[in-house]
C-alpha cells in the first residue's frame, strides 16, 4: 500500500555531496508545516487554513499548578513496584553524563569539521531568531508543565513497550535539532527507547551533513536516513515507520522539544489500547526569545471544521468535567497535531498510515484521525506528557495553496460521503470538484478490512459539535463585530420576555460563540433556531412565518419590517450591577463599526 522507502542507506561517502543539492521548494514546505501552526495568520481570504488567529497564548499566565491531593496517586491499571526512577535508567551515554564514554556535543563535532556555528543565521530564512536559539542552553531544563498530579504517577517502566523516536529533518538550525535530542535522551528512561531515527528528507546546510553523520555514530541506538528524493512530511514520517523495529512508533518534529516524563505517559495509553494514538500536550516555544511557555493545561484539544483544517480549540463544557476529574487521563480529541504523535507500528501500517498520495504536507493529521476514528481505533491527548512546538513566525514564501486544498480534498472525499459537499461549499473558490483522474481509493483496502463507519457516526459519537449548515445557507460561521472583533452567541442566563438575548462571546470559545447561518430566504439561525428581535434587542426563538427579515448589505446586518430598516448593532445592557455587550437594532443612518459584521471564519455558498 505504501512505496517502499525510495532510496537506500547513501554509502557514507556520498551523504555529503548529497545534500549540497539545493531544493528551494522544500524550504517553503518546512515554512508552511510550521504556520500550520502559526498563531498569527493573516491572510486576507482565510478560506483554507484553519483560522487560528484567536489562540489566546497565556504567558505565564493561567498557570494554576496547585498542589493536589492526588499527588502520588497511581493510575489504576498500571502495575507499580514502587521504585523511584533511578538516574542510571536515564543514562544513555549521552553528552556529559558520566557513564559510557563522554560523548561530543553536535556544536563541538560542527566545530571540528571547521564549521562556524553561526554560519547561517538569517532570520528570514529559518523564521526564528537563530542566533538566539544558538545561544540558548541546548540541554536547559523546561519548566514542569504538567498538572501537578502528574509528578505523582509512578509506571513501571519494564511493563512498556519500547519506542522508535522517529525525527523528519529539513534544514533545521543545530541548535533546535541538538535542544530536541538531548531532552529525548535526559527526559527518557533508556529502556524505553529502542532507537531514534533521523529522516533527512534533502537537507542541505554544511552541519547536518558530515557532522551529523559523526555526531549521531556515537550512540548505538541513533540513526539517519539520508533520502535522495524530497519526501515531504508524510512520505518521511512513513519511511521512519518502515525503519522502524520498536513496538512504538513516535514522531517528533525536528523543532520540537520535550518535557519531563514526556514518553512513558504515551507508551502506557498505547499499552492499555493498540489503537490509541497519542498526542502529547503542546507547549510553546517562542521563535524569537526561545522562551518555553504553557499552552495546553488540560483545557486545549484539536478539530477541524468543514474547510478540514487542523485548529487548537479549547475542550467542551462536558468534557471539561470530565478531564476535570481524571487530570491525569488521556482523554480523547477529534483530531491530533502532526507535529508530535505516538502510535503503535503494526496498527499504524494495518490501519494505513500516512496517506502517502497527499502532496509535500499539510492535512494528514486531519485524515489520520477521521480514519482512525471511523476505523475503531481513538485518538487522545495525553496531560501528563508535554511536548513543545517552536511555533514560527511570518511567512515570506509564496504560499501555493492548491496542495493543501488537494490534500483536505483527498479527505474530505475519502471519508466524508454525503458531507463532502459541504467541504466544496466551504472551498468553493479553490477546490474544484474532482476530475475524472483523481483517484481516493488509497484507503479503500482499510475501509474494508476495518469496516469502517460512515461520518455520521463521527458527528454523532465523537465530535457533535461541528456544526451543520442548514439548507439554503449563503452566509455561515462566527458572527463577529467589526468593531470589537469579538464574536456572538445565545447567552445562558439572560433573557428578554424568556428568550434568550445574543450576547458577546470570546471567537476563541467556539461552543459559547456559535455559527450562525444567514439564509437566502432572510432567515439568520443559530442551533436550529431563529434570531427575532424582542423590545429591539436580538433574542434566539423558534423559527416562524416572520423570521425572514434579514439581510446582509455590505458589512450591515439589515432587519427590515412594516416600520422599515433598522440595523443590527453592539451595544452594552445593564445586567444586574454589571454592564453586558448584545445587540441591538439601531438606526441604520446612525451605523458606526458596532454595526458592522462579518461572518468571520467561513463564507458559505450552498448554491
Ligand atoms: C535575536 O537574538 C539576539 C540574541 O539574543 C538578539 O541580540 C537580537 O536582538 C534578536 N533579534 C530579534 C529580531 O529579536
Ligand atoms: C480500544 O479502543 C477502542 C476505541 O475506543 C475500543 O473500541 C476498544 O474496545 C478498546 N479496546 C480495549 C481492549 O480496551
Ligand atoms: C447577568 O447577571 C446574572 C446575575 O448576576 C449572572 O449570573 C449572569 O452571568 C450575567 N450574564 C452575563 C452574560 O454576564
Ligand atoms: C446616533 O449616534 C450618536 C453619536 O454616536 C448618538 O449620540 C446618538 O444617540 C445616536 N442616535 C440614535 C438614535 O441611536
Excluded at 533520502?227 to 521512519?240: C, D, P, Q
Aim: glycine content about 6%.
Amino acid at each position: 500500500m505504501f512505496p517502499s522507502p525510495p532510496t537506500k542507506y547513501l554509502p557514507r561517502k556520498m551523504r555529503y555531496p548529497a545534500v549540497l543539492v539545493l531544493m528551494l521548494g522544500w524550504a517553503s514546505v518546512v515554512m508552511w508545516t510550521t504556520s500550520r501552526y502559526r498563531l498569527q495568520l493573516v491572510r486576507e481570504n482565510d478560506l483554507v487554513f484553519g483560522k487560528t488567529s484567536d489562540i489566546p497564548i497565556h504567558v505565564d499566565k493561567g498557570i494554576n499548578i496547585n498542589k493536589d491531593s492526588n499527588i502520588g496517586k497511581v493510575i489504576p491499571g498500571t502495575n507499580i513496584v514502587g521504585k523511584s526512577r533511578d538516574k542510571k535508567t536515564y543514562e544513555h551515554g549521552h553528552p556529559g553524563t558520566k557513564t559510557n564514554t563522554v560523548k561530543k556535543s553536535f556544536s563541538s563535532v560542527i566545530k571540528d569539521f571547521g564549521i562556524s556555528l553561526f554560519k547561517d543565521i538569517n532570520p528570514d530564512r529559518f523564521h526564528i531568531n537563530v542566533t538566539r536559539t544558538h545561544e540558548t542552553s541546548v540541554s536547559r531544563k523546561a519548566p514542569d508543565t504538567r498538572p501537578s498530579q502528574c509528578a505523582g504517577v509512578k509506571y513501571d517502566i519494564e511493563l512498556l513497550p519500547a519506542a522508535s523516536i522517529v525525527i523528519p529533518l529539513h534544514n533545521e538550525p543545530w541548535s533546535t535539532l541538538e535542544r530536541l535530542i538531548n531532552g529525548v535522551l535526559n527526559h527518557s528512561p533508556k529502556l524505553l527507547i529502542h532507537e531514534i531515527l533521523i529522516i533527512d528528507d534533502m537537507s542541505d546546510l554544511d552541519y547536518l551533513g558530515a557532522p551529523l553523520d559523526k555526531y549521531v555514530e556515537q550512540f548505538d541506538f541513533m540513526r539517519i536516513f539520508r533520502s535522495k528524493e524530497r519526501l515531504g512530511t508524510m512520505k518521511s514520517r512513513m519511511v521512519g515507520t518502515k525503519l522502524a523495529k520498536g513496538d512504538i512508533v513516535v514522531f517528533l518534529d525536528s523543532h520540537t522539544e520535550v518535557n519531563v516524563g514526556w514518553l512513558e505517559p504515551l507508551l502506557y495509553e498505547i499499552s492499555r489500547n493498540g489503537t490509541a494514538i497519542v498526542q502529547p500536550s503542546i507547549d510553546i516555544v517562542d521563535p524569537q526569545t526561545f522562551q518555553y511557555r504553557y499552552y495546553f493545561q488540560n483545557n486545549i484539544r484539536g478539530h477541524f471544521k468543514w474547510s478540514m483544517a487542523y485548529e487548537f480549540v479549547p475542550i467542551p463544557p462536558n468534557q471539561k468535567a470530565e478531564v476535570k476529574a481524571h487530570p491525569t487521563k488521556a482523554f480523547d480529541t477529534p483530531a491530533i497535531v502532526g507535529c508530535a504523535f505516538a502510535v503503535n507500528r503494526k496498527y499504524f501500517l494495518d490501519i494505513g498510515g500516512l496517506d502517502t498520495g497527499m502532496r509535500t504536507w499539510g492535512g494528514e493529521d486531519v485524515e489520520l484521525s477521521i480514519r482512525v476514528w471511523l476505523c475503531g481505533g481513538s485518538m487522545k491527548i495525553s496531560p501528563c506528557s508535554h511536548v513543545a512546538h517552536i511555533f514560527k513566525k511570518g511567512h515570506p514564501f509564496k504560499m501555493d495553496y492548491s496542495d493543501l486544498v488537494y490534500n483536505n480534498r483527498r479527505t474530505a472525499e475519502m471519508w466524508l460521503g454525503d458531507y463532502r459537499k459541504y467541504f466544496y461549499y466551504f472551498n468553493y473558490r479553490y477546490a474544484k470538484p474532482p476530475e475524472s483522474s483523481d483517484k481516493f481509493n488509497i484507503m479503500d483496502p482499510v475501509k474494508e478490512k476495518f469496516k469502517c463507519k460512515s461520518f455520521d457516526w463521527l458527528l454523532k459519537n465523537v465530535y457533535p459539535e461541528l456544526e451543520i449548515p442548514p439548507e439554503g445557507t449563503v452566509y455561515f460561521g462566527h458572527m463577529r463585530n467589526v468593531g470589537s472583533q469579538y464574536c456572538f452567541g445565545p447567552a445562558e442566563s439572560v433573557f428578554v420576555t424568556s428568550y434568550p438575548l445574543l450576547v458577546m462571546a470570546d471567537c476563541f470559545f467556539y461552543y459559547k460563540a456559535k455559527s450562525f447561518a444567514l439564509l437566502e430566504a432572510g432567515l439568520l439561525v443559530v442551533s436550529g433556531k431563529c434570531i427575532n428581535v424582542e423590545k429591539d434587542f436580538l433574542v434566539v426563538t423558534p423559527c416562524t412565518a416572520e423570521s425572514n427579515r434579514w439581510k446582509l448589505k455590505g458589512k450591515l446586518l439589515v432587519y427590515t419590517d412594516d416600520l422599515g430598516s433598522k440595523c443590527a448593532t453592539q451595544v452594552s445592557k445593564a445586567n444586574n450591577s454589571e454592564n453586558i455587550q448584545t445587540i441591538k437594532l439601531m438606526p441604520c443612518d446612525n451605523a458606526t463599526k458596532a454595526s458592522e459584521w462579518q461572518f468571520a471564519d467561513k463564507i458559505f455558498r450552498s448554491h
